[in-house]
């Protein structure tokens, strides 16, 4: 067994659900200019640090000088069978975020498989590991090294696992074995496209992020916009329609990961619960959460937009207490919660 199958097999024993090995080489021109349009239409929006670094993204081997593989794994995080509650009073989060932040879970086990390489070859290797961080193209990685493909959704869709994944990688200055890319697993499919509550997806694997729900309830900072809203409907944390259309993602084995079963509570956790919840509540609540990336005033923000869509009167009592917080972004949700909670009573009283 030469390294190259040790080291896979080892991914396997720590708790990987699939391994692929490429190159470090300057990915194909298509790639550049996909990735160079995206960013000239605006389309990575206020995600600033996406058009920094731009030549390492599109070439590894400038992460560090001698570069010369990437191990590329995939971990399932499927919390099994989710049936999302119908009732708008009920807040609805991202799968991903229902369970341990994914980061320190990846980076922990990439450490384990790291050391287990400079220990295998008994010499001295250098190596870095990465999770949804640093100037790297996670995804055209992974693909580049047999994972899955990347889909329509601009998500990696793996054969087994579907897109309930999350990526890591190691980069090293040694030689490995290649493997083969991914292939199209898409074809003519475009239920993910249709199933866009907002229009992002404008092009097959081209995200418009600024529409992005999930880009909008998590990394921005602002407000959002009016004219989406409506679309957010009850989601307060992330989004998961396109993922939730696509056929791969249907019979997913459940993950293994104890650290990614889902916290029954936030299953179903009412709106009015997180104005409960005390700055230190907060951080205490999701220290080990990817919900904390949010900050408190970003979710109660969400909160806030899904208590309007929610069309319930009970929420108006809260909604006019944070009118008098001292954050005009809170305070300007709120209002447009209120006039939409009571245009809409009024209007079905008549």
């Known amino acids: 067994m030469d390294l190259t199958d040790k080291i896979k097999e080892k991914a396997k024993e720590i708790g990987f659900s699939k391994v692929g ?5 300057l990915f194909p021109g298509e790639i550049q200019k996909r990735y160079s349009e995206w960013l000239r239409e605006g389309y990575n929006a206020k995600m600033g640090y996406l058009e920094r670094k731009i030549e390492d993204r599109l070439k590894p081997s400038r992460i560090f000088k001698g570069a010369k593989s990437i191990v590329s794994v995939a971990i399932n995080y499927n919390p099994g069978r989710i049936n999302p509650s119908k009732d708008r009073k009920i807040s ?3 799968r991903y975020a229902l369970g341990h932040d994914y980061h320190k879970v990846i980076l922990d086990k990439l450490k384990l498989l790291l050391d287990f390489i400079v220990k295998e070859t008994g010499i001295e290797v250098k190596g870095e590991i990465y999770c949804d961080a640093g100037p790297l193209l996670e995804k055209v990685i992974a693909e580049r090294a047999g994972l899955g493909y990347i889909g329509k959704n601009a998500l990696l869709i793996t054969k087994e696992f579907g897109s309930w994944v999350f990526l890591g990688e ?16 898409c074809q003519d499919c475009n239920l993910c496209i249709d199933a866009c509550p907002t229009g992002a997806i404008i092009a097959p694997g081209m995200i418009d992020t600024s529409q992005c729900i999930s880009y909008l309830t998590v990394e921005n900072r602002g407000e959002i916009p009016v004219e989406i809203r409506n679309s957010l409907g009850n989601r307060v944390f992330g989004c998961d329609c396109c993922q939730e259309v696509c056929p791969f993602n249907k019979n997913v084995s459940e993950t293994g990961e104890v650290l ?3 916290q029954e509570d936030l299953i179903s956790m009412p709106l009015e619960r997180f104005f ?3 700055y230190e509540e907060f951080n205490e609540r999701f220290r080990n959460s990817s919900i904390k990336r949010v900050k408190q005033n970003g979710l109660l923000r969400n909160i806030i937009v899904a208590m309007g869509n929610s069309k319930s009167k009970k929420f108006l009592p809260l909604l006019e207490k944070v009118k008098k917080e001292p954050d005009p972004m809170l305070q300007e949700h709120a209002q447009w919660a209120i006039e939409k909670i009571v245009r809409i009573n009024s209007r079905e009283k008549k």
Do not use: Q, V
């Open 21 to 25: 090995i490429t190159d470090t080489a």
């Open 92 to 94: 609805r989060i991202s």
């Open 170 to 185: 190691i980069i090293l200055n040694k030689e490995l074995r290649k493997d083969k890319p991914g292939e199209n697993l």
């Open 260 to 262: 990614f079963k889902p």
């Open 276 to 278: 409960i919840i005390t």
